[in-house]
């Protein structure tokens, strides 16, 4: 069932948490939800976050106005299956992570995208967003056969989760690396 949002410290749950026993044990404590427009502020802040941007392939800081206007239309887009992960056992519905499937026309193939809040990385949030994000991309676009992870060279984090996650390296320009799940 879903709880109150979060009115204040939105990132308490995280640092309460000690995670990285086993992604088995992880599932069973978060589910995935379609991305609101109420997620804004905290998806905001992940993406301007210093360390998201240094390794993204737009570094700039975005405005809450210009985020907004996107965000706007990135729910509202049918090409795009965006949600979010969060912690059914916690007293708020604090996002943790976001996953995003981009659709690109007459191809089969979709990009995905992630992000997982500064404050709970290295825990496993990654691992379980992108796995409990499979079965909705199925069920929403089953005729979608490939997924893209385009990955920064330096991105250590990234592309260890793509790698251990059953995506494949494709190539790389020499900043930027593909990886190909193939489903
Ligand atoms: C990349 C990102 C999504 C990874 O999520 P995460 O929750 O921190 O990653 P996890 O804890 O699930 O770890 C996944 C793997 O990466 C490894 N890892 C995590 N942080 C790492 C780091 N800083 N350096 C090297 N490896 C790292 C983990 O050990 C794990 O590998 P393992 O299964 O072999 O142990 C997250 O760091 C993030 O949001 N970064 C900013 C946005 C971004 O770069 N998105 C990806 C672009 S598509």
Not at 54 to 73: F, N, P, Y
Request: charged share 30%; with cysteine; proline share 4%.
């Amino acid at each position: 069932m879903r709880k109150g949002r979060a009115t204040d410290g939105r990132a308490e749950p995280l640092r309460q948490m000690r995670l990285r026993p086993g992604t088995a044990s992880l599932s069973a404590r978060y589910a995935m939800r379609p991305v609101e427009l109420a997620d804004a502020e905290a998806l905001l802040e992940w993406r301007n976050d210093f360390e998201t941007r240094r390794l993204a392939r737009t570094q700039g800081v975005i405005s809450l106005r210009d985020h907004m206007k996107w965000l706007e239309a990135a729910i509202a887009d049918e090409a795009r299956l965006y949600r979010v992960l969060w912690d059914v056992g916690a007293e708020a519905d604090v996002p943790l992570a976001s996953v995003r499937y981009d659709l690109e026309p007459d191809t089969g193939c979709a990009e995905v995208s992630i992000l997982v809040a500064p404050t709970g990385r290295g825990r496993g949030i990654g691992r379980v967003a992108l796995e409990q994000s499979l079965p909705e991309l199925r069920q929403w676009r089953p005729e979608v056969t490939e997924v893209l992870a385009v990955v920064h060279e330096n991105n250590l984090a990234s592309r260890r989760l793509f790698e251990s996650t059953g995506y494949t390296y494709r190539d790389s320009d020499g900043d930027w690396r593909t990886y190909v799940l193939a489903l």
